[in-house]
């Protein structure tokens, strides 16, 4: 029987870093190349080696930014069709796991990241959330999952093989 992939939970800054192909300046020189980040953990969904789990939210997220708004929908919408990505809705359960951790005070989480929270939280078979956005990395193994393990914050991790998200085929 064939192992299960992988599945990790993506926040829509990720989703964002990956269009853009973002590389943020470091303190002390260099650059943290997010875009590469993003690109890795794709490939290994190519792969079947992961599944990548997300809130629906995502899909409008993503275009809160200018530079990918410009993009084509089309391009956009395909993407997010690919056998690897898992959208999942915002329901009521969702919905009443993200107040509760807003209520629990969490890094005076704001709604959407609650939601993306929650989603991680409650999907099935999510080992990992992955951001880039500090306050939610501070929140690594603080969030009780529906198994009653901890969920894990962190960056995407980095691989070998890289592609342009536009590569991707769609469905």
Same mark, same amino acid.
């Given at each position: 029987?064939?192992?299960?992939?992988?599945?990790? +939970?993506?926040?829509?800054?990720?989703?964002?870093?990956? =269009?853009q192909?973002?590389?943020? @300046?470091?303190?002390?020189?260099g !650059?943290?190349? %997010? #875009?590469?980040? +993003?690109k890795?953990?794709?490939?290994?969904?190519?792969? #079947?080696?992961?599944? =990548?789990?997300?809130?629906?939210?995502?899909?409008?997220?993503? +275009?809160?930014? %200018?530079?990918?708004?410009?993009?084509? @929908?089309?391009?956009?919408?395909? !993407?997010?069709?690919?056998?690897?990505?898992?959208?999942? #809705?915002?329901?009521?359960t =969702?919905?009443? %796991?993200?107040?509760?951790?807003?209520?629990?005070?969490?890094?005076?989480?704001? @709604?959407?990241?609650?939601?993306?929270?929650?989603t991680?939280?409650?999907?099935?078979?999510?080992?990992?959330?992955?951001?880039?956005?500090?306050?939610?990395?501070?929140?690594?193994?603080?969030?009780?999952?529906?198994?009653?393990?901890?969920?894990?914050?962190?960056?995407?991790?980095?691989?070998?093989?890289?592609?342009?998200? !536009?590569?991707? @085929?769609?469905?």
């Open positions: 029987m064939a192992k299960a992939p992988k599945r990790v +939970c993506w926040d829509a800054c990720v989703w964002i870093a990956l =269009i192909d973002e590389k943020i @300046p470091e303190s002390g020189g !650059f943290e190349d %997010r #875009g590469l980040l +993003c890795a953990v794709v490939e290994e969904a190519k792969a #079947g080696e992961i599944e =990548i789990v997300t809130s629906a939210l995502c899909l409008v997220e993503v +275009c809160k930014n %200018r530079d990918i708004a410009d993009h084509d @929908p089309k391009k956009l919408a395909d !993407f997010f069709e690919n056998d690897y990505v898992l959208l999942v #809705g915002i329901d009521k =969702i919905g009443e %796991r993200a107040r509760e951790l807003m209520m629990a005070g969490f890094s005076k989480l704001k @709604p959407p990241d609650a939601c993306h929270l929650a991680a939280a409650i999907a099935p078979s999510v080992t990992e959330l992955h951001t880039f956005d500090d306050k939610l990395l501070a929140l690594d193994s603080r969030i009780e999952k529906s198994d009653k393990t901890m969920l894990r914050v962190c960056k995407p991790n980095v691989g070998e093989r890289v592609g342009s998200l !536009f590569d991707v @085929p769609g469905p």
